[in-house]
């Protein structure tokens, strides 16, 4: 939690930067190619070094691995690739010895085909109390041969799969929006909610500090489901779009329900336990509606992650936030990247890797001088491309094996991180293993390992570590408001509390800088009075006059005259911004 900002102990996510990470692909202590809980273990010193405040593990529950975890079959319980119970709590505790809190990943809308609830379902048979905690229906036709609608599933194909019954016979449909391994629950089910509210308190009670919750805008469907006037959104968009099927008013109550859950355990202590939630809802307004006082803390806002490297685009998606969601009381939680989208190095590349590199370090200092929280993914912090070439043999993605597009499929931001030397599997895996990563891994990802990263200081793992610690130490940053100023069209530059002014250059071509003096801290060369391409950079300083901007008194010009008071921690506490 930053001690300069207005966030107080008990509410330390409000401008957290917390670090995802993905398990299988993060450190693997036993050598057999796929990362897990001792891994991340071993790598909590690393993180403390970087600077987060804590992590979110993806989910490490017993599972077939249709999808890698998110078809869960037990949700009180550690998948034996990845560990058992006791190395979750020595992590838990590890964790909290370096200050560190820990996010688990919670999968509410769908669990896996073999998860002993779904089983029950099909053994027990149609109009049983197990079939109620999912979608069976009769399908339509004349002998019940055609699915119950027309929805199609977001990882393609029909959303529906039909079961044989205990007599041999076709028999009922069930529903799923992403794959047939992953049925999704009917949250119109009361003993669904009851069983999640001992899930929850299963793992509060095991030291957690919080739940990212998957697809927190499902859950509930249709009452009467339905046929769509566009079913195959949903796959077409690889997200959630169909509005029979997603954001449903109803969900709401099950966020009070959790919310009151946490509240609960806050009381004890006096730490919030937060509930953050992944949200994919058409606007902004909707998205607040998640996180109003009695419902999620925060909720993953994705506008800034799907944003063009455009100044305006940027603009307005900064703007919308800030005005629909943290006047709800929250504060806005920042991504540009996670498991699922393709990593900004690549997704901004343009014209070469360099220009993608190049806007990726300016997109991360944007995102850490933003008021509120922020979330970074693994790897990122490494400056990792996509691998956008894995062969078609190695792709895992239940996307790819269910339509043989590769079109949005994750395998790319999936592959192991490389922590050491010059060949894979560059110290992800035990030393003298001979098995491979679960993912191979190209022989381009020596120029980011992480000991080649720490030792330069040009590169994207000190932008970030540098971001961080002043995030932490400087009051204007965290929570609070900002100030936007006029500037060149293709720069966006705004004011964070006192005189800490944030500028990018989303053009082709160099521009005066917004503030005197030399940069605080910049993604790339910076000289004093210019902002070249493609570059941020943090000023603390009094901005540039301009027409609408008249220049009024702030902190000195030069950070060097700055940097003993304005960088201490003591100096900046009880300094809100």
């Given at each position: 939690?930053?001690t300069?900002?207005?966030a107080s102990?008990?509410h330390?996510?409000?401008?957290?930067v917390?670090?995802?990470v993905?398990?299988?692909?993060?450190l693997?202590?036993t050598?057999?190619?796929?990362?897990?809980?001792?891994?991340?273990?071993?790598?909590l010193?690393?993180l403390?070094?970087?600077?987060v405040?804590?992590i979110?593990?993806s989910?490490?529950?017993p599972?077939?691995?249709?999808?890698?975890?998110?078809?869960?079959?037990?949700?009180?319980?550690?998948?034996?690739?990845?560990g058992?119970?006791a190395?979750?709590?020595?992590l838990v505790?590890?964790a909290?010895?370096?200050g560190?809190?820990i996010?688990?990943?919670?999968?509410?809308n769908?669990?896996?085909?073999?998860?002993p609830?779904?089983r029950?379902?099909?053994e027990?048979g149609?109009?049983s109390?197990?079939r109620a905690?999912?979608?069976?229906a009769d399908?339509?036709?004349?002998?019940?041969?055609l699915?119950p609608?027309?929805?199609?599933a977001?990882f393609g194909g029909?959303?529906?799969?039909?079961?044989t019954?205990?007599?041999?016979?076709?028999g009922?449909?069930?529903?799923h929006l992403f794959?047939?391994?992953?049925?999704?629950?009917?949250w119109?089910e009361?003993?669904?909610?009851?069983?999640f509210?001992?899930?929850?308190?299963?793992w509060?009670?095991?030291?957690?500090d919080?739940?990212r919750?998957?697809?927190?805008a499902?859950?509930?469907k249709?009452?009467s489901?339905?046929?769509?006037p566009?079913?195959?959104a949903?796959?077409?968009?690889r997200?959630?779009?169909?509005?029979l099927?997603?954001?449903?008013?109803?969900v709401h109550?099950?966020w009070?329900?959790?919310?009151?859950?946490?509240e609960?355990?806050?009381?004890r202590?006096?730490l919030?336990?937060?509930?953050?939630?992944?949200?994919?809802?058409?606007?902004p307004?909707?998205?607040?509606?998640y996180?109003r006082?009695?419902e999620?803390?925060?909720a993953?806002?994705f506008?800034?992650?799907s944003a063009?490297?455009?100044v305006?685009?940027?603009?307005?998606?900064?703007?919308?936030a800030l005005t629909?969601?943290?006047?709800t009381g929250s504060?806005v939680t920042?991504v540009l990247?996670?498991?699922?989208?393709?990593?900004?190095?690549?997704?901004y590349?343009?014209?070469s890797?360099?220009?993608g590199?190049a806007?990726?370090r300016?997109a991360?200092?944007?995102?850490?001088?933003?008021?509120g929280a922020a979330?970074v993914?693994?790897g990122?912090?490494l400056?990792?491309p996509?691998?956008?070439?894995?062969?078609d043999?190695?792709?895992?993605?239940?996307?790819?094996?269910?339509?043989?597009?590769?079109?949005r499929?994750?395998d790319g931001c999936?592959?192991p991180?490389?922590?050491s030397?010059q060949?894979?599997?560059?110290g992800?895996t035990a030393?003298?293993?001979?098995?491979?990563p679960?993912?191979?891994?190209?022989?381009?990802?020596a120029?980011?390992?992480?000991?080649?990263?720490?030792t330069?200081t040009?590169?994207f793992?000190?932008?970030?570590?540098?971001?961080l610690?002043?995030?932490?130490?400087l009051p204007?940053l965290g929570?609070?408001?900002l100030?936007?100023?006029?500037t060149d069209p293709?720069?966006?530059?705004?004011?964070?509390?006192?005189?800490?002014?944030c500028a990018v250059?989303f053009g082709l071509?160099p521009?005066?800088a917004?503030?005197a003096?030399?940069p605080?801290?910049?993604?790339g060369?910076?000289p004093p009075g210019?902002?070249?391409a493609?570059?941020a950079?943090w000023?603390?300083?009094?901005?540039a006059?301009?027409p609408?901007t008249?220049?009024?008194?702030?902190n000195?010009?030069?950070?060097?005259?700055s940097?003993d008071?304005?960088n201490?921690?003591?100096?900046?506490?009880g300094?809100t911004?």
């Amino acid at each position: 939690m930053h001690t300069g900002t207005a966030a107080s102990p008990q509410h330390w996510w409000r401008d957290a930067v917390i670090y995802q990470v993905y398990v299988r692909s993060f450190l693997d202590s036993t050598g057999d190619g796929i990362g897990d809980l001792a891994g991340v273990r071993a790598g909590l010193p690393y993180l403390k070094k970087l600077g987060v405040d804590g992590i979110w593990l993806s989910p490490f529950y017993p599972s077939p691995h249709h999808d890698h975890g998110y078809d869960v079959a037990d949700y009180c319980g550690v998948d034996p690739v990845f560990g058992d119970l006791a190395e979750f709590d020595n992590l838990v505790a590890d964790a909290h010895r370096l200050g560190l809190k820990i996010l688990i990943d919670i999968v509410p809308n769908h669990c896996s085909s073999e998860h002993p609830w779904f089983r029950a379902a099909l053994e027990d048979g149609p109009g049983s109390a197990a079939r109620a905690r999912f979608h069976f229906a009769d399908g339509r036709g004349a002998h019940g041969e055609l699915p119950p609608n027309n929805w199609r599933a977001m990882f393609g194909g029909p959303a529906w799969s039909r079961v044989t019954e205990a007599d041999g016979e076709p028999g009922q449909w069930y529903l799923h929006l992403f794959t047939p391994e992953q049925p999704d629950l009917n949250w119109r089910e009361p003993a669904v909610g009851d069983s999640f509210d001992e899930v929850l308190r299963f793992w509060l009670d095991r030291g957690v500090d919080g739940f990212r919750i998957d697809v927190a805008a499902g859950l509930f469907k249709h009452p009467s489901l339905p046929d769509s006037p566009d079913p195959e959104a949903d796959e077409r968009a690889r997200d959630s779009v169909n509005p029979l099927a997603w954001n449903q008013p109803e969900v709401h109550q099950v966020w009070r329900d959790w919310r009151a859950v946490c509240e609960e355990y806050t009381a004890r202590d006096g730490l919030d336990r937060l509930l953050v939630g992944e949200v994919s809802v058409p606007t902004p307004r909707e998205h607040a509606e998640y996180v109003r006082p009695d419902e999620l803390h925060q909720a993953f806002f994705f506008d800034l992650l799907s944003a063009q490297w455009d100044v305006d685009a940027f603009r307005k998606a900064i703007s919308e936030a800030l005005t629909d969601i943290a006047g709800t009381g929250s504060t806005v939680t920042w991504v540009l990247n996670n498991h699922d989208q393709v990593r900004t190095v690549t997704r901004y590349a343009g014209e070469s890797t360099e220009v993608g590199t190049a806007r990726a370090r300016a997109a991360a200092l944007l995102m850490l001088a933003l008021p509120g929280a922020a979330y970074v993914y693994q790897g990122e912090e490494l400056g990792l491309p996509e691998v956008d070439d894995l062969p078609d043999e190695v792709l895992t993605d239940p996307i790819f094996r269910r339509t043989g597009s590769r079109l949005r499929i994750r395998d790319g931001c999936r592959v192991p991180l490389p922590w050491s030397g010059q060949a894979s599997p560059f110290g992800f895996t035990a030393a003298g293993s001979a098995a491979r990563p679960w993912l191979p891994q190209p022989e381009w990802f020596a120029q980011h390992a992480t000991d080649r990263a720490l030792t330069d200081t040009r590169s994207f793992w000190h932008l970030y570590r540098d971001g961080l610690a002043l995030r932490r130490s400087l009051p204007q940053l965290g929570e609070g408001t900002l100030r936007w100023l006029e500037t060149d069209p293709q720069v966006l530059a705004f004011v964070r509390g006192d005189g800490l002014v944030c500028a990018v250059n989303f053009g082709l071509g160099p521009v005066p800088a917004p503030a005197a003096g030399a940069p605080l801290l910049a993604s790339g060369d910076c000289p004093p009075g210019i902002l070249p391409a493609s570059t941020a950079a943090w000023w603390i300083s009094d901005p540039a006059p301009t027409p609408d901007t008249p220049k009024t008194p702030g902190n000195p010009a030069n950070p060097a005259n700055s940097t003993d008071s304005t960088n201490s921690a003591d100096s900046s506490k009880g300094i809100t911004s």
